[in-house]
Every structure is written in C-alpha cells, then in structure tokens.
C-alpha cells in the first residue's frame, strides 16, 4: 500500500491573470495519493482547494490561468503537463474524473440523463449503441437511482438535487477512473441527501478501490469519511495528516481555528463561538511571510519575514508553520482547551 | 436548562399564528401547499429556530409572518394586533417593527446605492431625520456591527460576503425593529464569517433586546443560536421544543433522522455513531399524500398514519410533537 502511488504532484503553481494583476491562487503545493485512498482538502473558499482539483484535470483555460513551470503532476506514470489534445481526452474520464459542486448547472439540461452517461461509455469503453444503454442503467442502478430503466430517459429538470447528484456521480464512475475528484459534492444538498450521497461514495469506493480527493469546507463531513486531510490556506497547504492527527493533534494554529469555529451540538448554546479575525490576504500580492501571519494569535517576528518550511511530525503529519521550530515557544492548542 | 424555561414561561408572545396557509397555483388545478396550517408562538426576546430541509417551507413562513406574502388563510397578530387588517400609520408601524436579513450578502444589496444609503433609505420612511442625524445614525450602526464609519460611502462589490452580510444586517436594525427574521443569514458565508456573524447577532440580541426567527437549514448553528426550535417538514410543523429537548431527545422520527445526519467534526464520534437513514427524498409539495405526509419516508408508519393527519400536540412541557407514535403513548 505505501508505494502505490497512483498520482503524484509536485510544486504545483496556478496564476491567474486579471485585469487588475496576476493572481497566485495555488503556490507550490506538493502531494500525493495512493490507490484507493481518500484525501480530502480542507480550507476556506478562495485558497486554493478547487483550482488545485481542476488542475489535475486541466480543466482551467489557458491563457487566463496558467501551470507555472516547475510544475510536476504525475499520474500512474504519466506526465499529465504534458498530454496533447488527444490524449488528455482519454485522460479525463478513463483514468481521472471529476463530480461537481453544484448538480443543478453541471449537467446538460438539453440532453436526457442517459445519454449523458452513454457519451462517456462509448468515446471511452465503444460500446455501441444498446450495450451503452444497458451499462448506464447499471450505473444508474448502483447509484440507487430508483426504476432506472424509466429515469434514463428523464432530462436533468426533472430530478431532485439529490438524484441529480446521484446521476453526476454514476456518470463519473461509468468508466471505473482510478481517481475521483469531487469539489464539494454535498454542499448544495440537505444533510439528509448528504449523509445518503456520502454513504453511496463510501460504498462505491470499497467497491470499486478508486482514490478520492475530497473537496470541501465542511470538517464534519471530512471526519469519517477522509483517510489523510490536507488544509490549505492562500494557495499553500498549511498542515496534512491523516483524520486523526489533524483532528486530535494538530499543529497549526489555523487548523484549530477552522476546528473551534464549528459549533458543537455538545455546547452549551449561545456560547461566543470562536470566530477568526480578520480575511484572507489578497492573492494578488506577493508573500514573503507565512500567509496566515496577520491573522494568527501567535503570530511572531520571524512569521512576518519568511514563509516557514514544512516541519515533519510524523511520517504522515507534517505541518507548515514557525512554531515547530526549535527556537519557538511551546503554545498549546486553544482548540483542545476548549475541549477540556 | 431552567432559566431557559424560566425565562419562556415569564414573557410574552410577541408574534401568534395560527392555521397559517400559504399556497401557491402551480399551473392547472394544482396547488404547492408551501404552508399547511402552521401554530407557532414566537415569545419575547427568544430566538426560534425554524429547520427543515430545501422546500419544506421555512422561507415562506417566516415571509408570511411579516406580511411579504398575504396569507392564503390563517391569522397572524403581531404584539397584539392581527397584521392582515392594519392600514395606515399601524401598518406603517409593523413594518418598523419587523424586519428581515436575507440569505444571500450578494444579492440583496442595491450595487447601484453606497452602503450609506441603503442602511438609510429605512430611517428615511419611518424617522424624519435631517441629513446630519442619518449619517451620524449610519456610522453608529456600522461601528455596532463592527466595519468602520468610512464604509458608507463605498459600495456593495467592494465588499466581501461576510462584510455585506453585516450591512444587511445594519439595515435591519436601522429602523430600530423588535423582531427580526433571519432567513439562512450565514449559509452563504464560509465557516469563519460563519462564527463572526452568529456572534455579532447573539450580541446583538442582548443588546438591543430583540427577537429572532432564525431560519436555517444548519442544524448545529440553529442549536448554537436557538431557545427553541421548530422542525418543518413538507410545509407543516413536526416538532417544536426547547432546544435542549429537541437535541436530546427528539421524539418525531423526522427529527430523530435529521440530528443523526448532522455530520460531526470528530472522527471518534462520527466512527461510534448509529446513523437513522432516511430512504427516498421529499415528496412533491404538490398535492402532497394524505394524513401524515412523512409516512413514505417513515420506518415506523401504521395505518393510522395514512388516515390522519397528526396533529401538533404537546407531549411533554413545552415539547410538541406532530405525530401518532407519540399520541400512544
């Protein structure tokens, strides 16, 4: 299990340019995922969570974003930089693909839910015609889409948002990816279709051994589901570790205001939550300094002046931040004296 | 837990409403029954918590309640007074009083209007003010929910999400309302902002003495900022109880699957927990079944549940349950 790396990426870098100057929404995040593994990135919007799932794919346009050089994504072996047209259309689908945020724009509303699985399974798996049909009520059927020899010929308007969740994500697994990437699948649902759509991706996963990066803002639907967890902030990933080290023994102070600042149902109620100062700082300028600096309460000289190298706790946990450092003062987490 | 019942027991109803109905036509003969009879009492200085999944019906209730929609049938009184008969300077009054922050910072701003502007077009209806007292008002109001006085002149787009939601927010407390509808204030913010504004409407609540609706569909962040809290389903009202109550012991099976489901930040938590899962989806509201509208979803569905329509009853002090396992008993 350990060496079987299925993706790797290195020194990942994405700009965007805009009128008003570049924007460095991903710099420099670096990691890897093993087969039929669950990582999940955690963050605030705006830090870099999607962009960095997209560019896996290469679903951002150039010229307006751009793969910084020094860029490295490897996946099973492959350069993905550096597929042409072609081949980067046997890439997406077949070996990587991707579920949506939001189910009610991301499906064609013009095309029938079934055709829209069928296209996949016959540029990817040629399939003709009845054999497409056939799978894709399969597909349909392992999702617990119920009659789906009926719902295949339905339009998207005609489903929930939770069916149509349902249906993105049939139509992602339609060609067994190695890698599934789903950027906030339950965010636009209710928690009852929450629980249920997660549950079908834990399933489907032990089913089907696929590796999952999980994007969300939502710790709560992270904890069970996530075997490491990645929290980003301003592009860079602040601390990673597997569900139990960040959420037990974390190390970064950002991390434990993004822990304290859900409210417990085990609280008593209105109770002042813990709430982070402050926004994010702007993209565009450059950052010499821990971006976190200006909003952290342990915030020291040193996090003004340079950005902090990634201190390894564990093999698996390692965190990005000057309190690590030897010379630093030993500061305990504010989210476990909460806690206690 | 007794000062909280304490506390419910000694004031007053603010707002009262009862059998309210909002229905809406939905094309040929058919009716979306998006209200169906509700009663709700909201007291004095609480703040009810109103929870439900998308299109039960939480939105158009607290609508209803402040006159943004003419009740299809139903009365609701408002500090005595029953809102559909008010005319004139009562009218005018009510809409003083009531007030209303909605879901989205984005779209609920004029990007035509300075934030100044839209937090005084209310004082310019309902005070006469001259111009020096508005913008000395303005600026108080925008110190009270924490941006700086100079924000009056910018507008909307130059502001981020939580920031906006802070002026929605300064806005409704412009004309000095005693109660005030939240209608999903937060779910469009990140966690963060989440906990920033919560805490800024909490502390605004003591300071000004108000009375919230607070409609969500987060049911953690509804525990956190509830006295009491109600649970919507498919337009009716299932369970109403104090928080404490409804958290702990939920009695109406709808409930019971809606807290299990709140995902939690806690791995060992989340690993022990028995989950209630709830097959299938919400019913169409439109021409939705007869008797207990839950009952397609419901694990423990008699006979008696196709039949009758429960009613809302109160089955323990101050819990009140809406369904027929719990009249049995």
């Given at each position: 299990m350990e060496n079987d790396k299925i993706l790797e990426v290195k020194d990942l870098s994405v700009s965007f340019n805009t009128y008003a100057g570049e924007v460095k929404a991903v710099r420099g995040v670096s990691f890897e995922l093993n087969r039929g593994e669950t990582l999940a990135f955690v963050g605030e919007s705006g830090c870099g969570k999607t962009v960095t799932a997209k560019s896996i794919l290469r679903l951002l346009k150039p010229p307006f974003a751009v793969i910084k050089e020094g860029s490295q994504i490897t996946c099973d072996g492959k350069d993905v930089l550096a597929l042409n047209?072609?081949?980067?259309?046997?890439?997406?689908?077949?070996?990587?693909?991707?579920?949506?945020?939001?189910?009610?724009?991301?499906?064609?509303?013009?095309?029938?839910?079934?055709?829209?699985?069928?296209?996949?399974?016959?540029?990817?798996?040629?399939l003709n015609k009845k054999e497409a049909r056939e799978e894709a009520i399969k597909m349909l059927k392992m999702v617990n889409i119920p009659s789906p020899e009926k719902r295949i010929d339905?339009?998207?308007?005609?489903?929930?948002?939770?069916?149509?969740?349902?249906?993105?994500?049939?139509?992602?697994?339609?060609?067994?990816?190695?890698?599934?990437?789903?950027?906030?699948?339950?965010?636009a649902l209710d928690v009852t279709i929450q629980a249920q759509i997660m549950d079908l991706m834990r399933e489907l996963k032990e089913k089907m051994n696929t590796a999952i990066i999980l994007v969300t803002h939502d710790l709560g639907v992270v904890a069970n589901f996530a075997d490491r967890i990645q929290v980003m902030y301003a592009g860079q990933v602040m601390e990673r570790g597997t569900a139990r080290e960040i959420?037990?023994?974390?190390?970064?102070?950002?991390?434990?205001?993004?822990?304290?600042?859900?409210?417990?149902?085990?609280?008593?109620?209105?109770?002042?939550?813990?709430?982070?100062?402050?926004?994010?700082?702007?993209?565009?300028?450059?950052?010499?300094?821990?971006?976190?600096?200006?909003?952290?309460?342990?915030?020291?000289?040193?996090?003004?002046?340079?950005?902090?190298?990634?201190?390894?706790?564990?093999?698996?946990?390692?965190?990005?931040?000057?309190?690590?450092?030897?010379?630093?003062?030993?500061?305990?987490?504010?989210?476990?004296?909460?806690a206690k | 837990m007794d000062q909280v019942i304490e506390k419910l027991q000694n004031a007053d109803n603010i707002l009262e409403v009862t059998d309210l109905c909002k229905f809406f036509k939905a094309g040929r003969k058919q009716v979306l029954k998006a209200v169906d009879h509700v009663n709700i009492s909201i007291k004095r200085g609480e703040t009810l918590g109103l929870v439900g999944e998308s299109g039960c019906g939480k939105t158009t209730c607290g609508r209803t309640m402040i006159k943004l929609y003419e009740p299809t049938?139903?009365?609701?009184?408002?500090?005595?007074?029953?809102?559909?008969?008010?005319?004139?300077?009562d009218l005018l009054d009510f809409k003083k009083n009531v007030q209303i922050i909605f879901q989205d910072p984005y779209a609920s701003l004029d990007p035509r209007m300075t934030i100044g502007e839209i937090i005084s077009e209310g004082m310019d209806v309902h005070f006469h003010m001259s111009e020096k007292e508005k913008a000395d008002k303005v600026a108080d109001l925008l110190g009270k929910v924490g941006l700086s006085a100079e924000y009056a002149n910018r507008f909307a787009h130059e502001l981020s999400g939580g920031q906006r939601q802070r002026v929605g927010i300064a806005r409704a407390l412009a004309v000095e309302p005693k109660f005030i509808v939240c209608d999903e204030p937060i779910s469009a913010l990140d966690v963060s902002i989440q906990a920033q504004v919560v805490n800024l409407l909490i502390k605004l609540q003591r300071e000004f003495g108000l009375t919230y609706l607070f409609i969500s569909h987060d049911l953690s962040m509804v525990k956190h900022i509830s006295d009491r809290v109600g649970v919507m389903y498919l337009g009716s009202l299932v369970e109403l109880a104090s928080n404490y109550d409804l958290y702990d012991k939920p009695?109406?099976?709808?409930?019971?699957?809606?807290?299990?489901?709140?995902?939690?930040?806690?791995?060992?938590?989340?690993?022990?927990?028995?989950?209630?899962?709830?097959?299938?989806?919400?019913?169409?509201?439109?021409?939705?079944?007869?008797?207990?509208?839950?009952?397609?979803?419901?694990?423990?569905?008699?006979?008696?549940c196709a039949k009758e329509k429960p009613e809302l009853k109160e089955v323990e002090p101050n819990h009140f349950v809406a369904c027929h396992l719990c009249n049995k008993k």
């Open positions: 047209k072609k081949e980067l259309c046997e890439f997406r689908g077949d070996e990587v693909s991707m579920i949506f945020q939001d189910p009610m724009t991301s499906l064609n509303p013009t095309m029938t839910v079934g055709k829209q699985i069928m296209e996949s399974l016959r540029i990817h798996r040629h339905n339009y998207p308007h005609e489903m929930s948002g939770g069916m149509r969740q349902r249906v993105m994500i049939a139509m992602a697994l339609a060609c067994s990816p190695k890698i599934l990437i789903a950027d906030e699948p339950t965010t959420f037990y023994e974390a190390k970064h102070p950002y991390t434990w205001a993004l822990l304290s600042s859900a409210p417990k149902l085990a609280k008593e109620a209105k109770q002042e939550l813990y709430a982070l100062k402050g926004t994010p700082p702007d993209l565009i300028l450059p950052l010499n300094c821990c971006p976190f600096a200006s909003r952290c309460e342990y915030c020291m000289p040193i996090c003004k002046e340079k950005n902090p190298l990634e201190t390894t706790i564990t093999d698996t946990h390692r965190v990005s931040c000057w309190l690590q450092h030897p010379k630093a003062p030993k500061v305990k987490s504010f989210y476990d004296r909460e | 049938s139903g009365k609701v009184v408002f500090d005595g007074k029953d809102i559909s008969t008010l005319k004139g300077n009695l109406h099976p709808y409930t019971q699957a809606l807290i299990s489901a709140i995902p939690m930040a806690d791995p060992d938590v989340e690993a022990s927990r028995e989950r209630i899962k709830l097959e299938g989806e919400v019913p169409s509201p439109i021409n939705p079944p007869p008797g207990c509208k839950f009952r397609s979803r419901c694990k423990y569905a008699m006979d008696i």
